[in-house]
């Protein structure tokens, strides 16, 4: 039987991977990120290798028997080369939905698949991109949604399937990829390797 660990925290990730059906544990990154490369796309391949590694670390012995896939991802915005991750305070997230509002931006999240094995290791590494373009915002409907509290734990400072859904006004790529999780592309690399087929997945 094949076991499902999610390395991350995230409770949208959670929610996501629940939707599919999908039965696993969660495991929470708690180690240092390192960031090497400066392209958002190699940044979040980067990270999601080293979220799953740490989570590879941990359940390797406990499913040596067993066949494991540890799913690590991690998600960045960037807009006109800046990289925005999660803002350090109120002023530094309404200093992103500022640049954010009325331009377009792009999401990446990056996905590593770690596939232990009979005491092996298989890595599948791969990211998703996805244009956001935004509404303008005034400054004080800006403040007014940097209040709720809402972005303070979001990648932009922004969360596409809350009240910030009212600003959204159009995305080219996968919904669910600005959420924190390309399910869809995560679906067909999974059935692509041979998982899922009666696992829960559609």
Known sequence: ???YVLASGSPRRRELLEQLGLE?????ASGEEVIKGTQPADIVRELSRQKADEAAERFSDAYKNDTCVIIGADTIVAFENEIMGK???????????????????QVYTGVTL??????????VTFYEKTDVSMYPMTQE?????????????KAGAYAIQGKCAAF??????????VVGL???????????????????LV
């Open 168 to 177: 959204i006004k159009s995305i080219n790529g996968e919904y669910n990829n």
């Open 141 to 153: 409907q800006l403040r007014a949604y940097v209040a709720t509290g809402e972005p303070m734990d």
């Open 87 to 105: 803002p350090r305070d109120v002023e530094d997230a309404v200093r992103m939905l500022t640049k954010l509002a009325g331009n377009v931006h």
């Open 24 to 28: 696993f544990e969660i495991a929470v």
């Open 1 to 3: 039987m094949v076991k």
């Open 182 to 200: 390309p399910v869809a592309r995560l679906v067909q690399e999974l059935l692509a390797l041979g998982f899922g087929r009666n696992g829960g």
């Open 114 to 123: 770690v596939i232990l094995e009979n005491g092996a290791r298989r890595y």
